[in-house]
């Protein structure tokens, strides 16, 4: 027999973490995905951050449109609270549930299609908005699930599996959010666990609009010679700014590196960011010199990765919108039916 | 570190736990296979090839294979790989028709066996059909040495021994039963092309303590009492027995007692209860019949009156580690205690005596008066004679005693061909894939859940009633079934391909047990220590692959608990993981 799921067995030492649940309990379906898709690499980062920040499963919900990558949140996470939307309509649906719950950690999964195809207006705003989430496109270049066409964020002269070579100009998601105004911008590679899995963190722990572009090779349908999103492009082309550590609320911070060579920012959360310099005096709180970094780089052929922005004093939505703290579901006759007194109170002050 | 030489056939065998720890190197999840799909007689084949009793040794084997079995690491307890070899025993169809042919023209070479016990059968079971004229002599009227007059009736069923000694007495070696050599010397003299001693550690060791002389009536020797009620001579026991000693002789003796008539029948033992020699599962058995085990008590004296036993006294002690380590057992100063019975059954140890073969004949002896013999030829000193079993290295059990037969017979082969005896035969070995197509094995990769299942026994009741009934009931096929999905498939070996791997993770993300590893090389104690899980141990080699081309990296898997579940494979993109079947077949005499 075969395509059979995970044996429930796990290594002797598999340690629990402060919750009692072992990294296994994070995992969710078996994936049905292509063997050796990128987009379960990033699953298994995703287990492996929740894990790592303690995160009761049922406090998450996750959320995506439609696409290989927006498959994969029944793959990790069995015991969080999912939602697949239609094609490109993520960023709306989630934008709903958070204002409707605020007291849930939303992960938005989403693909190049997903975002940057349809999706491209959704997206948009729910950057600008600040809506806070965890935004994650796994983005491999083409439509994994319907066979592999160019996506929008393909390169220009990247070849398809056919020879086809594409003319038209990609989107950069990045550089995007940035000009939109996401408080937390982030590159990632998902053959680069080490880097990836600290970004997720740090996304999770930040409070405003994180998005992380994931760099996720199709090996179905792009991981040829002259595809720019393939595992040897990316490993060649690959410029990470920084190396990112999260240091949980409370514990203590262990300094291993040369003074000056590291930079520090505290998120609302209470956990520390330790950035360790790759690119010299590149400062991950400055949003136009990020931008400037990203489009120079993107000029001479290299794929800048790492935590490229963030804003660790931004606000959200409902800050914005100065909403009510507690979850619409939990708000009683009284308060959601003030009564003829409080609506003459408000036409009066209206008049 | 460097590449894994995985052509060297230790690397795969060492995978194989079972089979490693088996002496006579049993391919074990082979034949469990075979015996979830109903083969029993292919499975009895395999057994019986490697192992030469797979009934006898399906009900009563030492088991070394269990405490090696990996699923003891990934989950608690081994397959029963023992009882397993009695499901295929007892529910294989014939199998005469397998069997070798007794050779159809001699090869003009006489051999002389010296005691019919597993050693020698086995030298004959790998003789004899190559022609060879074998000559088993023994004191007893049948064969089957130990396993037939010390292992007591209610574990091994005669019929049983009756069975599979006789699928090699059909082999068409001349029996001479009933007939003691008496003289090494006179048996050379017989021009013989070779000589085996395959004569076992007869002599129980006694106790001389005060009153030891004058109760000797209600004082026995253990191997001795247990021989003397296999073959009907005893049918009796008092009504309170002490049984001394700690070891598996001990627990027969307690075991028989109880059903013959021993109703308070204690085990009493000078060590602790971890440290006796009996196997968990004898003390088990032993526990579970009502006898109490009482430890730390070093017997004194055995009490009598007017030439009657009345009981044996006893010094209280405990183990204390001296400074340089070593356990010693000292009085903790409170009175002696005394327990009183009807009978003694003296258990506390089994000797070699050769009494028989005269000290000029070339045979060196060593200080404690075993002969010199070598581990790996089997030869004495003597290029003609041959050791082998108890005989050669002192007390061990019928496996090893297999094992050393086998060796042996490819010895004597080669002796007698004029060749280096210690020049030894590699193993046969084969390494084939199991993909069968995208997602298809050809083997159950599905890791089983099932706790291990326990052997249903007889009533308690009916099974104290009679020393012959065997107490023991076997798996039937649907548990033997249950009992065989548990196995691993350990020989299913996952081969990796390093030019294939395009370094996408996703076997290491896939594997349940944290096996795989990328990362740069290193020695092999710095790698340990950093993969997905810690590599803690040593015993189980890591597969070191040559850098990857992508990144320079090399893969490291950690074989200690990886399931064979395949998963890796599955899910490579490439075919860089393969699912790959590694059979090594021991070589015997026959092709030596
Ligand atoms: C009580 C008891 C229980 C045991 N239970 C188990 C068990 O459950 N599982 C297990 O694996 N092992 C068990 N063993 C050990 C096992 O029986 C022996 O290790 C094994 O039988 C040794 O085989 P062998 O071929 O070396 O010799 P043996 O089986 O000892 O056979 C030697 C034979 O040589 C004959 N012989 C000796 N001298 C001469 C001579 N001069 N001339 C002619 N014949 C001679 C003897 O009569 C005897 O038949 C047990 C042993 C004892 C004492
Ligand atoms: C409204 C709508 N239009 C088109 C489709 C067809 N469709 C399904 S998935 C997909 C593209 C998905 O691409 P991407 O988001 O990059 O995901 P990937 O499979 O590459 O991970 C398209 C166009 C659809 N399902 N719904
Ligand atoms: S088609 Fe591409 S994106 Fe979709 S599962 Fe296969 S490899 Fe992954
Ligand atoms: S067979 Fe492969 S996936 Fe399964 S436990 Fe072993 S290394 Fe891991
Ligand atoms: S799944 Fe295959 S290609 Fe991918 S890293 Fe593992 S061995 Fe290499
Ligand atoms: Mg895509």
């Known amino acids: 027999m075969t395509y059979i799921t995970k044996p429930r067995l796990h290594h002797p030492l598999l340690q629990p973490n402060a919750l009692g649940f072992t990294r296994r309990d994070y995992e969710g379906k078996v994936s049905t995905l292509c063997a050796g898709c990128g987009h379960d690499s990033i699953s298994a980062a995703i287990i492996q951050a929740c894990f790592d920040l303690d995160l009761p499963p049922h406090r998450l919900a996750k959320l995506s449109g439609i696409g290989c990558s927006s498959k994969t949140p029944d793959y990790f996470l069995g015991g969080a609270h999912g939602f697949n939307s239609v094609h490109g309509r993520m960023p709306s649906v989630l934008t709903g549930a958070n204002l409707a719950n605020r007291e849930l950690i939303y992960l938005g999964v989403s693909g190049d299609g997903d975002s940057a195809s349809i999706g491209l207006g959704q997206f948009a705003h729910a950057m600008r908005r600040g809506v806070n989430m965890t935004y994650i496109v796994e983005n491999n270049g083409v439509y994994g699930l319907t066979k592999g066409q160019f996506s929008a964020t393909s390169d220009k002269g990247s070849k398809s599996k056919k020879g086809v070579v594409n003319h038209d100009q990609p989107i950069e998601l990045v550089g995007l959010a940035l000009q939109l105004g996401a408080s937390f911008v982030a590159r990632g590679f998902s053959g680069d666990k080490a880097q990836l899995v600290p970004l997720i963190k740090a996304a999770i722990g930040h409070k405003g609009a994180a998005f992380i572009d994931v760099i996720s090779p199709c090996v179905q349908f792009n991981n040829h010679p002259g595809s720019t999103k393939s595992f040897d492009y990316v490993r060649e082309h690959n410029a990470a700014v920084n190396r990112l550590d999260v240091i949980a609320p409370r514990k203590e911070i262990v300094v291993d590196y040369e003074p000056g060579s590291v930079e520090r920012v505290a998120q609302h959360d209470g956990s520390v960011l330790t950035l360790r310099k790759l690119a010299a005096d590149y400062d991950p709180t400055d949003r136009a010199a990020a931008i400037t970094h990203l489009q120079a780089h993107q000029a001479i052929g290299e794929i800048v990765t790492g935590l490229l922005y963030v804003d660790p004093a931004a606000r959200d939505l409902h800050d914005y919108l100065g909403t009510v703290e507690t979850p619409l579901n939990r708000l009683g006759d009284a308060e959601l039916t003030p009564g003829a007194r409080a609506l003459a109170a408000i036409n009066q002050s209206l008049r | ?592």
Request: proline share 7%.
């Open chain 2, 1 to 592: 570190m460097e590449p894994t030489n995985i052509e060297a056939p230790e690397y795969f065998h060492k995978v194989v736990d079972c089979q490693w720890a088996c002496p006579a190197h049993t391919p074990v999840p082979e034949y469990i296979r075979m015996i979830a799909e109903g083969r029993y007689a292919d499975a009895y084949m395999v057994n019986w090839k490697s192992n030469v009793f797979p009934g006898i040794l399906g009900r009563t084997c030492d088991r070394p294979c269990e405490p090696a079995c990996r699923r003891v690491r990934v989950e608690d307890e081994p397959v029963a790989i023992c009882r397993l070899k009695r499901v295929a025993a007892d529910n294989k169809e014939p199998i005469e028709d397998r069997l070798p042919r007794p050779a159809a023209t001699p090869n003009g070479k006489r051999i002389a066996c010296v005691g019919a016990g597993p050693a020698s059968l086995t030298v004959a079971r790998d003789l004899a059909p190559m022609g060879y004229r074998v000559e088993i002599f023994d004191a007893d009227a049948k064969a089957g040495g130990m396993i037939r007059s010390q292992i007591p009736r209610f574990r091994l069923p005669e019929s049983v021994i009756d069975e599979e000694v006789g699928y090699i007495t059909g082999l068409g070696p001349v029996m001479r039963l009933g007939e003691r050599v008496e003289s090494l010397g006179a048996l050379l003299k017989e021009d013989y092309d070779a000589i085996f001693v395959g004569c076992g550690a007869p002599r129980g060791r006694d106790l001389d303590l005060p009153g030891r002389q004058e109760a000797a009536a209600n004082i026995h020797i253990g191997i001795d009492w247990l021989s003397s009620v296999s073959f009907g001579h005893i049918t009796r026991i008092g009504r309170r027995v002490i049984v001394l000693g700690g070891g598996n002789t001990a627990m027969d003796c307690c075991r028989t007692s109880r059903r013959l008539g021993g109703e308070a029948v204690k085990v009493i033992v000078r060590s602790g209860f971890d440290e006796m020699k009996a196997s968990p599962w004898e003390k088990e058995d032993a526990m579970h019949e009502d006898i109490p085990i009482l430890n730390f008590l070093v017997p004194k004296a055995f009490t009598h009156e007017a030439g009657r036993l009345t009981g044996v006294t006893f010094e209280p002690v405990e183990a204390v580690v001296d400074e340089a380590g070593r356990r010693r057992l000292v009085p903790i100063g409170e009175a002696d205690v005394h327990h009183a019975c009807d009978d003694v059954l003296v258990a506390v140890g089994q000797e070699n005596a050769f009494p028989w073969i005269e000290r000029d004949i070339g045979i060196e002896f060593d200080d404690w008066g075993m002969p010199v013999v070598s581990e790996v030829s089997f030869a004495s000193t003597n290029p003609k004679v041959f050791f082998g079993g108890d005989a050669a290295f002192g007390p061990k059990n019928i496996i090893w005693a297999v094992a050393h037969g086998h060796d042996a017979a490819i010895s004597i082969h080669r002796h007698c061909r004029g060749e280096d005896v210690t020049v030894r035969p590699a193993p046969g070995v084969t390494l084939v894939s199991q993909k069968m197509g995208i997602h298809e094995w050809s083997y159950d990769n599905d890791v089983s859940n099932d706790a291990r299942f326990r052997v249903p026994l007889r009533p308690k009741a009916e099974a104290l009633g009679n020393v012959k009934l065997e107490v023991e009931l076997g798996f039937d096929a649907a548990v033997g079934f249950h009992e065989a999905q548990r196995c691993l498939n350990c020989d299913i070996e996952t081969v990796f391909a390093e030019p294939l791997c395009i370094e996408c993770d996703a076997c290491v993300d896939i594997c349940p047990m944290d096996c795989i590893t990328f990362t740069a090389n290193g020695p092999e104690a710095d790698l340990r220590e950093r993969l997905s899980a810690p590599a803690l141990n040593a015993a189980q080699d890591l597969y070191v692959s040559a850098p990857l081309g992508g990144t320079g990296r090399v893969m490291v898997k950690d074989e200690d608990v990886c399931l064979h579940c395949g998963l890796c494979a599955e899910r490579c993109p490439t075919g860089a993981w393969d699912m790959r079947k590694f059979l090594l077949d021991m070589t015997h005499a026959e092709a030596a």
